[in-house]
């Protein structure tokens, strides 16, 4: 049995409504598309990396140069391998101990408030066994 006459004339305008709704709604499949969305996703947050990038490079070389105690640049790479004692050649920075600045001061001050507090809790027990309330 062959095709009959309406049978491809059937077939054709189907073909033709299909081309037309596809072309009608190329558009807005694209805009609906996962695909396109994650892409534009994906460049929104290699942006946002990028602007964190910057910003950690403009906040790094604005900084104060009383930061560490020490002067130390914290970036700074040795220029030649360090050789230990034992022959062994580090390749690797050693990274150097660090003390933020006020760090010192705040441990005195900590610990002579410990002091003061341990002498006032004598005098307060001195106090209490002088004055008969306590009876040893």
């Known amino acids: ?5 309406m049978d491809l ?13 596809q072309r009608e709604t190329a558009p807005i499949r694209r805009e609906l598309s996962l ?10 947050g290699e942006d946002l990396i990028s602007q964190g990038t910057e910003q950690a490079v403009r906040w790094w ?3 104060e140069e009383s930061l560490w105690e020490d002067g130390l640049e914290p970036l700074a790479q040795p220029e030649e391998p360090v ?3 034992d022959g062994y050649v580090r390749r690797t920075p050693v990274q150097p101990y660090r ?3 006020g760090y010192r001061r705040r441990r005195r001050c900590r610990g002579l408030q410990a002091i003061a507090l341990v002498l006032i809790l ?11 309330l306590l009876r040893f």
Do not use: D, E, F, H
């Open 61 to 63: 070389s604005g900084r």
């Open 83 to 85: 050789v230990c004692a």
């Open 35 to 44: 695909t396109r969305q994650a892409s534009r996703m994906a460049g929104l």
């Open 1 to 5: 049995m062959g095709l009959m006459q």
């Open 9 to 21: 004339l059937r077939r054709q305008v189907k073909g033709a409504v299909r081309q037309a709704i």
């Open 122 to 132: 004598a005098a307060v027990a001195v106090a209490i066994v002088r004055s008969g």
């Open 99 to 101: 003390t933020p600045v």
